[in-house]
């Protein structure tokens, strides 16, 4: 048992005690390895436990034979960082391994970096230091600004490295691991000049299940079990990368679902779009025979069946649907393809079942955009309301260009722009509708973590480090943009 030293310990113990007590394991995770390897979710515990990757990744860690891999998250308050799974303090692991998922959690990997002492850039550690490996939806892509800061990055899917990682890696030195590292295909390795060959993709998910090994009380997900029956996409919309870089598409066989849920009556289901999985029908079929209780991660509007929609209505009251733009022109040129009469159809059957709250997802700042494309999303709501709807939500997000997509090379329009369009979108709502918009700096900041090239991060790091000011230092690099 891990003894606190300070009140300000106490609390941070109390807190990882209070988190872990409140899961629920349904598989029994070994912690027998000896090359200890942190694996941290850089933002705080209810969004960690809700990623799928997260739950998955430290499983299969700990399957390796010399490994022992412990969870970890940030918390702004935090000073020792004790994991979730021991209470062991993470100056005690070798390897830091970062699930990277979402480009703002970038400030928070620097913030950790920086209370534990660790060098910003990769030239500067030295032995003592942990070695930083990075992983997750960001490393699909080989994103510049990892170059100076990682001393590994692992490209793809974790299920596909097990075997190279198994039998290479070891305890020793850091010196040797990092050269270890080098070796695989999938893996870029900056300080030696190593760039990766291939993405490694899982193309059998009945072979490894991704099933989490635990039910979390407090997440997104609450008490539900994590199923993904869907990787990649089978669509190619131009602003995501789901459908260009983890292609092609591949399901979980009902065959697994269903002796998956002979044993747990609460899940959740993850995909890039639920309502893409081919044997759908029978998937429903199967969870009401079984009396499962059920919530979705994504839908495409234009697959909700009738059959599907009172299924769901079952399940939750509100309804959540990507729309893109009230344009069908400009849905178009994202390659949304969806027309006006297949989005007003969906929206008329799901309050034809029951449903009574909408929330829709909008985005806005595209170089063909006109100001009635803006206007027409004050419409669309109008139009939408007449279907019955007592609640209409809208979130309204501002066009970021990002690496690995079909617009990658597009300018993010600047904030004087992107303000007048919101102030446009805004004046043309039904007066009782509100909108939440994104946060412009957030935005920015994804923008400039997709952007920046090497030999500047390089400079931001050596500039963060030598002053200290985190925050000083993004905030004008932001302002920048």
Partial sequence: MRRPRNARDVRELGKIDLLRSSEKHIEEIDLKGDLMVALIFPNN???AVSNLGFNLVWKYLNQLEHVRCERFFFDETFERFYSLDTRTPIDQFRIWAFTFHFENDLTNILKLLLKKSVPLRNVDRSESHPVLLFGGSLCYIDLPVLKPLADVVLHGDIEPMLEDLNRSIYPTTRAELIEMFSKFPFSTVPILGKRFERIALCQDLDRFPPISPLIPKHSEFADKLLVEIERGCVHRCSYCMMGRVKKPARFLSLKTIEKTVEKNRSIGLIASNVTDYPWLDELIDLLEQRRVSVSVSSLRIDRLSEKFLKFLRKHQRSLTVAIESASERIRNMLKKNLTDSQIEKALSSAKDVGFEELKMYFM????????????????????????????????????VPKRGTELENRRMQDEKTLREKMRIISSYLPKHIKAQFESLRECKFQYMVNNLEEDLANEILERIQNTKLLDETLSDLIEAV
Avoid: Q
């Avoid at 100001?371 to 209409?392: M, P, Q």
């Fill in 45 to 47: 515990y209810e969004i």
């Fill in 364 to 399: 806005f700042g595209f170089d063909e955009e006109t100001e009635d494309d803006l206007k027409a999303i004050g419409d669309f709501v109008r139009r939408t309301l007449k279907f019955g709807f007592k609640s209409i939500k809208l979130s309204i997000n501002p066009f």
